[in-house]
């Protein structure tokens, strides 16, 4: 075999160094060195907590702001809105810093840095979203916003560090893209396996706990603080092992120039996170992360309300029917990876949008009840599935070996998705009727459930079209003299 320069640098009388990539044969490539099973696994971990978190924050806070503080639906939207927006913030301000570290704080890794800054962030702050406002019970809404805001404003930087450092790892762990993939599907494997954690423990505490009533109650309160405890206490235990097992390389500029599978790209530029505004992929897949996200997180944060008030169901029903989308979404998980290798991520991603649709299809035109809801559960767990890992596949072949900025690119997704999601939500929160009646307007979250999920599968569409005859990863040429007149920052 030849010996071929992987990121070597080329003479050149441009005023920045191109990384030149040169290629052999395929078994060049198939040097790369593999991940330890071990460190995928401790990797995989290291998302839990937030997962954990997530699964609350999405699927019971809106609930326990409804009907365990009675609040009005427009402070619990602003509640949801306030944390999004902090996420969104927050996001590329910690990608841009994370990406500007070498070694991290006391040589600890860049990413790991941040990461464990984030979680002592989640778990000081998270349990208080959901315990009662402490000395102001029977005070106005809006003194309890200001209450809960400080705690909402740390949390979500906490959980915007731990997403961020965990997203962009993946590329500098690893170069090769069946690799990527892997991890991603592993990475949303705990992520549906925390979410089935929430979701049963939920099922079993409701259930088994105040049988004062069918319905959520404020006599709920302490269910929901057990909930919340148990669940943190497990993250930690997660982050613990996510910390021992996974050993983060010092960053080098020739550790940022990797190869991937589908793409053989002959020269590779240094990219600051200026060079990405002018790349038309950075704004298509951007729209496709975020399109994919809001389809999501509202189909969650919506689905426990649909259950309550347009199917009338017991309240252990908001842990029994997404622990179904969950539980499907773990099985299609794990053929992700040999469905993407045989079809291509983006047939995957359009099959995914596909189902979604059939989703929102099945609730407006079909007859929904207490036993079909489940059939809906299973197709919406496959759809989020494929749609999440499909669209976290993307982005990384965006980012292919740019790694120097690889957390920046996450952030500004993480930005555009959040920002999406908490406007969504407000104003799903100012259209909702305004009565404390919820069964005045039974009918209105079912309209939620079909018409923010088709807007967001059908945006999604839109942008994986926009990309079917594309090459992602392939930079725009006009990066060679923006690059040059742009002086990095």
Not at 5 to 16: E, K, N, V, W, Y
Not at 66 to 94: C, K, M, R
Not at 208 to 226: C, H, I, W
Not at 244 to 270: I, W, Y
Request: with cysteine; hydrophobic share 45%.
């Amino acid at each position: 075999m030849e010996e071929g320069g992987i990121g070597q640098r080329a003479q050149s009388h441009d005023p920045l160094p191109v990384e030149t990539t040169t290629f052999h044969s395929s078994s060049t490539m198939k040097q790369t060195s593999r991940l330890p099973l071990l460190r995928k696994a401790c990797y995989g971990v290291g998302h839990v907590l937030n997962d954990l978190c997530a699964a609350m924050w999405f699927s019971y806070l809106l609930v326990f702001l409804h009907q365990v503080l009675n609040f009005s639906s427009t402070f619990a939207g602003a509640v949801i809105l306030l944390g999004q927006v902090a996420d969104a913030v927050a996001t590329p301000f910690v990608g841009y810093e994370s990406d500007q570290s070498r070694s991290g704080f006391f040589g600890y890794g860049r990413r790991k840095s941040w990461h464990l800054i984030g979680t002592f962030c989640v778990v000081a702050t998270f349990p208080f979203l959901f315990i009662d406002c402490i000395s102001c019970h029977d005070s106005h809404d809006w003194a309890k916003f200001i209450y809960f805001a400080p705690f909402v404003l740390i949390f979500q930087f906490g959980w915007a560090s731990v997403q961020i450092a965990s997203l962009a790892m993946i590329p500098d762990l690893t170069s090769d893209d069946s690799e990527r993939v892997e991890l991603n599907s592993i990475r949303y494997a705990w992520t549906i396996a925390s979410n089935l954690l929430v979701f049963v423990l939920t099922a079993f505490v409701l259930r088994y706990g105040n049988k004062d009533s069918e319905r959520v109650t404020p006599n709920d309160a302490g269910t929901f603080q057990l909930i919340v405890f148990v669940v943190v206490g497990i993250g930690v235990v997660f982050s613990v092992i996510f910390h021992l097992g996974v050993k983060e390389q010092p960053f080098t500029h020739q550790h940022s120039v990797g190869l991937s599978d589908e793409m053989t790209l002959p020269g590779r530029r240094h990219m600051t996170w200026k060079s990405w505004f002018i790349e038309p992929h950075f704004y298509i897949v951007s729209c496709l992360y975020m399109s994919t996200r809001l389809f999501v997180n509202l189909t969650q944060v919506y689905m426990p309300m649909y259950i309550l008030d347009t199917l009338r169901m017991s309240k252990e029903s908001i842990g029994y029917v997404p622990f179904v989308v969950y539980f499907v979404g773990f099985l299609c998980s794990i053929i992700m990876k040999p469905a993407t290798r045989r079809i291509g991520k983006k047939v995957t991603c359009v099959l995914g949008i596909m189902a979604g649709l059939a989703v929102t299809g099945w609730i407006q035109f079909l007859n929904v009840d207490d036993k079909n809801i489940y059939g809906i559960a299973a197709l919406l767990g496959a759809s989020g599935t494929i749609l999440t890992i499909s669209s976290q596949s993307i982005t990384n072949d965006l980012i292919a070996g740019n790694t120097e900025t690889g957390a920046f690119v996450f952030g500004v997704m993480s930005f555009a998705d959040k920002l999406a999601n908490g406007a969504a939500v407000m104003a799903v929160q100012l259209l909702q009727p305004a009565t404390t009646d919820h069964m005045a307007h039974s009918d209105f979250f079912g309209k939620v459930m079909v018409y923010v999920p088709t807007g967001a599968c059908l945006i999604a569409l839109v942008s994986i079209v926009a990309l079917v005859n594309q090459t992602v990863g392939l930079r725009n040429r006009r990066t060679d003299w923006t690059e040059a007149l742009i002086p990095a920052s």
